[in-house]
């Protein structure tokens, strides 16, 4: 079992920067792909980017490619989202989802239903 707890949301204003972190423990965070969904109320969670357990790949969802990165620190346990020049558009609960399968194409990243585990999310609102 594992849990993911994310932190680093806020309030920023229009341009500005956050870091979310997804903290990985019960488990080596390198057994998982590990990506960040937004939703906003009644609508489906949305995929942002994902990372693969070494974190030699990754994707990124194009309205956001630009302007977000995701990494990871294994040896922290850790993954993060940095998110820059933000919008009022960005503005969602954000989570992290993990998954143990080791065989994941890109597709796969983009679903959330692929997830075994999922953290409790941070809110990011973007507003001046």
């Known amino acids: 079992q594992v849990q993911l707890v994310e932190s680093g949301g806020g309030l920023v204003q229009p341009g500005g920067s956050l870091r979310l972190s997804c903290a990985v423990s019960g488990r080596p965070s390198s057994r998982y792909v590990i990506s960040w969904f937004r939703q906003a109320p009644g609508k489906e969670r949305e995929f942002v980017a994902g990372i693969s357990g070494s974190g030699d790949v990754t994707y990124v969802e194009d309205s956001v490619k630009g302007r977000f990165a995701i990494s990871r620190d294994n040896a922290k346990n850790r993954v993060y989202l940095q998110m820059n020049s933000l919008n009022p558009e960005d503005t969602d609960v954000y989570y992290c989802?993990?998954?143990?399968?080791?065989?994941?194409?890109?597709?796969?990243?983009?679903?959330?239903?692929?997830?075994?585990?999922w953290g409790q999310g941070t809110q990011v609102t973007v507003s001046s």
């Open positions: 989802a993990a998954d143990s399968r080791t065989f994941y194409i890109r597709n796969m990243y983009y679903q959330a239903r692929q997830y075994e585990y």
